[in-house]
């Protein structure tokens, strides 16, 4: 890293798809890393706009305006389907990026995805490190795989099982578009089930990477909107080969020393991790069923550890610094 | 019916626990009843207060000074294993009873309770109306087994498949006690699982009646805690022997012109629910998995459909009346 | 209104301006209206949607498609600046109307908004009777002017005094209209003044009304926006001439007998009256203070009393029904 | 400062009444704070009781079993009424104390009161740096003394002018004592005022307080109770002797360089504010009015720039230490 002289100069980052609420949760934690420094904010509909970003006032410029070149490492932001164009773009123009859009993930099937690393940095971080783009994971499926990938690891999840995953998420995961179904009015004092059957994107994103973990489970993975505006909690339920002793051996083990990870006894819920870039999860064994099977409950704030937090976990490892630089734990 | 002399007279109703959320509903549905009338509304811990109950203001009588015998039927609406003994107490005073507590149903495991009809109205409605006691299912339960009762009458569930039971209520199901954890300010914005493992209490209740209908499956029941004053929606995944040509035909053939039951192409939501005394359903097919696998998801409003609402059914078949009676659909 | 041959024909009616919150409820008042039936209903970015109107699913016509001559009576609940024109055309057609809107209200400033009655019904019954087109108060102004015309009309105001009117109002009350500022991630755990500077259309609308009562009080309005959907709270100060002995009495006995007014000794809130046609006021003398001043709450739903349900109250009156009728109390 | 070896050994710090909302708060601030450690956490109903804190885990003394000769300064949160006398034991045992109940503040009238300098900090600052014990000013009060304080020190104010300020709060606002209107149920989709009539204890806090800043202004202070969990809006009149020609003026002048104060053009809401040590505020003359006045609006965390973060800037300036330390702006 020795082209950047920190601590004398900062690290000039860019941020596509800026606007949206991971982008300006990015430009937060930008604005508050002792290593970086804003080199633009792009916006598709709301160029022009500005936005208070801690104590300071920017202007969004429009995407095709953003100065590439100018950044040494680029967020993008931007939606699905579009970012990945912006990515060939940004590394065109000598950008390190770390996307999270879906693009280039496992499991969307965008050509090109399969050569680059899948940032669920607890688990890959070796991969990332050395990476110049970076997929980030999204937000149900961070969730969903920091708390199967240590029983995967151990090979605990009963061949040919099938895993399900209740998740449910607050509003920011729907995006900043305005929308009449997620008006105050609409979503206040209700609750739903979407992407009914097993049909969200995140399900075979969840899937090719479990696959990639070594089982192969079945997978049924159902979303819900909350009435909040930030956080994911997700119940899973895993059949198993057998109970461990100590029910929470696999995640203790696993993430020892890790610091954005919380394994406790007690139920997590939304508000121990909003605002927060940490996992926390708990797991206890099922009673009442024949197939020895655990129930993992995990929550985590969608836009932090699920979205901006967790990038920023990987731009630090890919520019070389700390990987918790600028993210309070 | 013969002595009641409607509508030249009404018919005196009691409730006990009326205090309480479902006690509060309980007394707005008795005074719109164009063929009850308040006899007495008894609290524990808030007698002596007043409540005002449509354009009419009640005093609460302690339970203990209820004056039993002037009721034809009494709600009961008293805690888990406070009410048992009231109901025997009602009886000996020659009053009718529905049992809104845990008591008397199935897999609570009091003496007792097997002689009891398990007022699932839709699903027991001759059990129920020739009975003296009605015990009224749990919220949680009314919401799974309306959803299960057409799949297992038609044999459809796979004989030793684990149902999954993922449901979600708003606090008026952890009823109007003062306890910090239901402050407005520790549940708004926060989400959080309880009775993790399968524990609940509903999971036996469930389970019981299941077998009832002759269900051999295993269950796991998992609730949550949602920020909303009220509703339930059970998120419900079941194996099943083949999956239907058409999918919502098992509820559309048991539940037809069923006055309280919608069957939906679209997802239901708490919305569509609010102030109903009705359940709404609708169900898909599991994509991407081996094992033909059924999604189904029910919504009620808790106090309604889930407690006051179904009583009031029950309560209307006891005394001869038409169901629907007090009950907009 | 002979021409209505009622039980045996229902009135036909139409909404225009139907998809919004207030054409919505407008729909749903008018489904449970025992002498109307529905004619039409149109809106104008939503045409060709379908609603779920109770137990009735309809599809929304275009605005310049709606059979204005079926109806024998019509609600505009169009926006602002669009409804008078519609007016017009409802009237030419031979139907009278009821506008929602504020173009014909006082204070509006609209070419012959003078000639059409102002339909703050408790106030302004004997005009609306007769009348073929009403102007139906803004919500803010119903809660405010309701409160203060037992006042002016006792000549209690204090001469030259500076009313002060702050309100706060549920997010139905900004329109169905998708906008980020109102995104339930916008809006819950927030609360705002608008309006700044007495600068609010109703400022006008309640000086003009408040001037034709007789008083020449300075009035300085100030709406809020609450993290609630619906309901409007208005704490009001008024200096007064003198005490009355009894607080309450102006009210309790301009509006004795009134079946939509309640007047209570404890503090009103927006619970007590949501989804109710009613206004639910107290009033307190102020302590502390050289000027003789009473302090007045007044809490109303924003779409019923102060929308659809005033608008049906008018409409009935037009129609020569009782004004109760179709309006749960 | 002498006796505080900075930084080799942090300043020990006690708080009583450390279990509710304010005292949780000034738990996290100590834990973050570069020159404090904790010394104890007391509390009184929830004693023994053990709470998380940042990455720590304590457990709540008794009151009485807190080491108060420990700590070189203590904050108590004890409830009104409880707390001076604590006081007066911490005093006696060494510690500064800087005291958040309302008893040692103007206009409560608890003997000896007077001689306690009242924290409002950026009007008060010299007064606090020499002082032993420090009255913190209510949440209300600081909002509103804030916002009208440089009109005071410019005899803007009118003599014998009336300052109306309406207000709304968090539920935080009312503690975290388990109480059935503070239920989420209760509260969610609520508005409500109380203490009317001018009578809330607040309101002779400010008139107080206002007083010895040389106004004669009566007062009228209505306090709201809000639907979200932290935040306090006022909205300010107040007549004045003229208008400025720059509105903000008074304010920009004034608070020139104070980082915990935020004037800006546009309308505060609570979310500008949530979680910060900041007041943030804009004026406006009203319109429409003969008397000249000015329209102020203030927003602020109540549990932070209106309860823990203040006493935090107090505590810093008693112990002489840099009054922002620990205070993220």
Same mark, same amino acid.
């Given at each position: 890293?020795?082209?950047?002289?920190?601590?004398?100069?900062?690290?000039?980052?860019?941020?596509?798809?800026?606007?949206?609420?991971?982008?300006?949760?990015?430009?937060?934690?930008?604005?508050?890393?002792?290593?970086?420094?804003?080199?633009?904010?792009?916006?598709?509909?709301?160029?022009?706009?500005?936005?208070?970003?801690?104590?300071?006032?920017?202007?969004?410029?429009?995407?095709?305006?953003?100065?590439?070149?100018?950044?040494?490492?680029?967020?993008?932001?931007?939606?699905?389907?579009?970012?990945?164009?912006?990515?060939?773009?940004?590394?065109?123009?000598?950008?390190?990026? !770390?996307?999270?859009?879906?693009?280039?993930?496992?499991?969307?099937?965008?050509?090109?995805?399969?050569?680059?690393?899948?940032?669920?940095?607890?688990?890959?971080?070796?991969?990332?490190?050395?990476?110049?783009? !970076? +997929?980030?994971?999204?937000?149900?499926?961070? @969730?969903?795989?920091?708390?199967?990938?240590?029983?995967?690891?151990?090979?605990?999840?009963?061949?040919?099982?099938?895993?399900?995953?209740?998740?449910?998420?607050?509003?920011?995961?729907?995006?900043?578009?305005?929308?009449?179904?997620?008006?105050?009015?609409?979503?206040?004092?209700?609750?739903?089930?979407?992407?009914?059957?097993?049909?969200?994107?995140?399900?075979?994103?969840?899937?090719?990477?479990?696959?990639?973990?070594?089982?192969?489970?079945?997978?049924?993975?159902?979303?819900?909107?909350?009435?909040?505006?930030?956080?994911?909690? +997700?119940?899973?339920? !895993?059949?198993?080969?057998?109970?461990?002793?100590?029910?929470? +051996?696999?995640?203790?083990?696993?993430?020892?020393?890790?610091?954005?990870?919380?394994?406790?006894?007690?139920?997590?819920?939304?508000?121990?991790?909003?605002?927060?870039?940490?996992?926390?999860?708990?797991?206890?064994?099922? +009673?009442?069923?024949?197939?020895?099977?655990?129930?993992? !409950?995990?929550?985590?704030?969608?836009?932090?550890?699920?979205? @901006?937090?967790?990038?920023?976990?990987?731009?630090?490892?890919?520019?070389?610094?700390?990987?918790?630089?600028?993210?309070?734990?």
């Amino acid at each position: 890293m020795g082209i950047y002289a920190f601590p004398m100069h900062k690290i000039p980052i860019g941020v596509l798809g800026a606007s949206g609420y991971a982008g300006r949760e990015l430009l937060a934690l930008i604005g508050r890393h002792p290593a970086m420094t804003l080199a633009f904010a792009a916006a598709g509909t709301r160029r022009g706009e500005r936005a208070e970003i801690g104590d300071r006032v920017i202007t969004f410029a429009a995407t095709e305006d953003a100065p590439l070149g100018d950044a040494a490492l680029i967020f993008s932001a931007l939606p699905h389907g579009e970012s990945a164009a912006w990515v060939g773009s940004a590394r065109a123009a000598g950008a390190k990026v !770390v996307d999270l859009s879906s693009d280039l993930r496992p499991g969307a099937g965008l050509p090109g995805a399969a050569a680059v690393p899948y940032g669920l940095t607890e688990v890959a971080r070796d991969a990332v490190r050395g990476a110049d783009v !970076v +997929a980030n994971p999204g937000c149900y499926a961070t @969730a969903a795989l920091l708390a199967l990938a240590p029983l995967a690891a151990r090979g605990l999840i009963a061949p040919g099982a099938t895993v399900t995953i209740n998740a449910a998420s607050g509003v920011t995961g729907a995006g900043f578009t305005p929308r009449r179904d997620l008006l105050f009015a609409e979503v206040a004092e209700d609750f739903r089930a979407y992407a009914l059957g097993n049909t969200h994107r995140h399900a075979s994103e969840i899937r090719a990477v479990l696959a990639s973990f070594g089982s192969d489970a079945d997978l049924i993975f159902t979303p819900h909107l909350l009435p909040v505006a930030r956080g994911i909690l +997700a119940t899973i339920l !895993v059949p198993v080969t057998g109970l461990p002793r100590d029910v929470l +051996a696999p995640w203790r083990e696993q993430y020892a020393g890790e610091p954005f990870i919380e394994i406790t006894e007690e139920a997590p819920s939304l508000r121990d991790v909003t605002r927060r870039n940490v996992m926390r999860l708990t797991a206890r064994p099922v +009673a009442g069923v024949r197939q020895p099977m655990l129930q993992v !409950v995990a929550a985590i704030d969608n836009l932090m550890k699920g979205a @901006a937090g967790q990038a920023m976990q990987n731009a630090n490892l890919v520019l070389g610094l700390e990987e918790t630089m600028g993210l309070p734990a």
